[in-house]
């Protein structure tokens, strides 16, 4: 595709419920990123995927999330039991390779409430 | 953890001025350093990418520098235009990296 795509664009969801959210990287690219930003904070780098392994999930920040990633393309980060404090803007990026000199592309993000 | 940290948190300047937002990191150890753009409702757009062996990357009315060994660098932009309104994020990777190290951002105003 033209670019980084993430779905929904917007989730309310109520305490206690899971969700999904996706990801559809650009394609061809090897390596996937989810970040999250919560308001009055910076991102945070949850986890990486380098075709269909993470090798860190170091970021992820409870055992309530967790996320995969399927035939090198789509991933999907799902959050269990969703908490009020989860509550933020997901964001997805790709980069055609893991290498540090890569430039990640990032997606729209989707904003998740938790009530 | 490399901490990022971005001066000032917001700016409001008429159009047409010069400018500059300021970025500082903790470990002078960096891969390299990107500047994003976000939009209210929107993601982030790549702006420039500095590697670690390079001192400066100009784009357009964009010029931003690394120096490394004071641990900052610069985002200055030329003539200023009410479009250049956003949110302007430094980004730098991890030792790990891949995982990016964001700062909490400037938000820029510029006024007609």
């Known amino acids: 595709g033209a670019g980084v795509s993430q779905s929904p664009s917007n989730k309310v969801t109520e305490k206690g419920k899971d969700v999904e959210l996706r990801c559809d990287p650009i394609?061809?690219?090897?390596?996937l990123y989810w970040y999250r930003q919560s308001l009055g904070q910076g991102l945070e780098f949850l986890i990486y995927f380098q075709g269909n392994s993470a090798p860190d999930k170091s970021g992820l920040p409870s055992d309530r999330f967790s996320a995969e990633r399927t035939g090198g393309s789509v991933s999907t980060l799902t959050i269990q039991r969703t908490q009020q404090e989860d509550s933020a803007v997901y964001l997805c990026a790709s980069s055609l390779t893991s290498g540090v000199a890569e430039t990640q592309y990032f997606g729209p993000g989707t904003r998740l409430l938790v009530l | 953890k490399q901490e990022v940290t971005q001066i000032p948190a917001a700016l409001s300047v008429p159009e047409g001025e010069n400018l500059v937002l300021n970025c500082s990191f903790t470990d002078s150890a960096i891969y390299n350093l990107q500047w994003f753009r976000q939009d209210p409702g929107k993601g982030l757009t790549s702006l420039l990418l500095i590697q670690s062996s390079q001192r400066e990357q100009t784009s357009g009315r964009l010029n931003a520098s690394l120096d490394k060994s004071s641990g900052r660098s610069t985002l200055y932009i030329a003539a200023s235009q009410p479009g250049d309104s956003a949110t302007y994020l430094c980004a730098s990777y991890s030792n790990s990296g891949y995982a990016l190290n964001f700062g909490k951002g400037t938000s820029l105003l510029v006024t007609p």
């Open positions: 394609s061809g690219h090897t390596a």
